[in-house]
């Protein structure tokens, strides 16, 4: 795949980012840095590093301060915050370190759920619960399991595969993950980063994922440190 340098279809871009966690102990400064639509990079460094702020910014669960995120050349920094959300839910698609699935709701209902909030997405999908369906067993999950059960009751190795379905729906250009493999042992890592990059491929979403476990990164176009692309603000914490 070649990857799209012009930063008007990058899938992300931050340009000038400054961000300080309410309080002031922890923050960011980010000069610049852009994923390719269809690009896959690797961020890695140690807790507490800011990795997951990074991803918090990027996902709009924290804003900016000062400076600029792009998604696929809209900048998000200056619009009202309904139309933020709408273009986020729009572009990206999110896996959590715990998954963060609706407990009671079926692994259908969760795998449809980013779509009422994103239009474009849903039209793209044409029928959302046969495409929910299609990811669903092409990631080898059974159709009563989807249908039925809550997502509760589910394994571990099975809620990450209804996140990933639930993240990859619609086709948004990036997707977004946070230590995704961190509850799980080896063969299920193996198993997890084969079908994620399995589902990017076929889709061809651009894929930023965060770890410390520099052991996942071989598969990956870019491997970035976060001390390469983000200084860390400090503050007074005597
Ligand atoms: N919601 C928040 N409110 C205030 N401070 C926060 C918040 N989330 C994170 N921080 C602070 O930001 C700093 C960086 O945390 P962050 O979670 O981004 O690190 P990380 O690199 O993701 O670490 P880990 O590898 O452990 O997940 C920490 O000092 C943390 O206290
Ligand atoms: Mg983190």
Redesign the pocket.
Same mark, same amino acid.
């Given at each position: 795949m070649t990857p799209v340098t012009s930063h008007g279809t990058d899938a992300l871009r931050l340009k000038s980012v400054r961000f300080t966690? @309410? *309080?002031g102990?922890? *923050?960011l400064d980010v000069n610049e840095f852009s994923i390719a639509a269809g690009e896959t990079v690797f961020l890695y *460094? @140690? +807790? *507490? +590093?800011?990795? +997951?702020?990074?991803?918090?910014l990027i996902a709009g669960i924290?804003s900016v301060d000062a400076g600029e995120v792009s998604l696929q050349g809209q900048v998000l920094s200056g619009l009202r915050a309904a139309m933020r959300d709408r273009i986020r839910a729009e572009r990206t698609g999110v896996i959590f370190?715990m998954f963060n699935l609706v407990p009671y709701l079926t692994p259908l209902e969760n795998i449809l759920l980013p779509l009422r909030f994103a239009p474009e997405r849903r039209k793209r999908c044409e029928d959302p619960q046969a495409a929910a369906l299609t990811l669903t067993r092409t990631l080898s999950l059974p159709d009563p399991m989807v249908q039925q059960a809550p997502a509760s009751t589910l394994s571990v190795g099975q809620q990450q595969r209804v996140a990933i379905a639930r993240a990859m729906i619609g086709h948004p250009p990036l997707i977004i993950a946070?230590?995704p493999t961190s509850a799980l042992d080896s063969d299920a890592r193996a198993d997890f980063m084969h079908l994620l990059f399995d589902q990017v491929a076929r889709s061809g979403a651009a894929l930023l994922m965060?770890s410390?476990d520099r052991g996942l990164a071989e598969n990956f176009d870019r491997v970035v440190s976060?001390s390469d692309i983000a200084r860390p603000i400090r503050g007074d914490t005597a």
């Open positions: 966690w @309410p *309080g102990r922890f *923050g *460094g @140690p +807790s *507490g +590093s800011g990795k +997951s702020t990074l991803l918090s924290a370190q946070d230590e965060v410390h976060l």
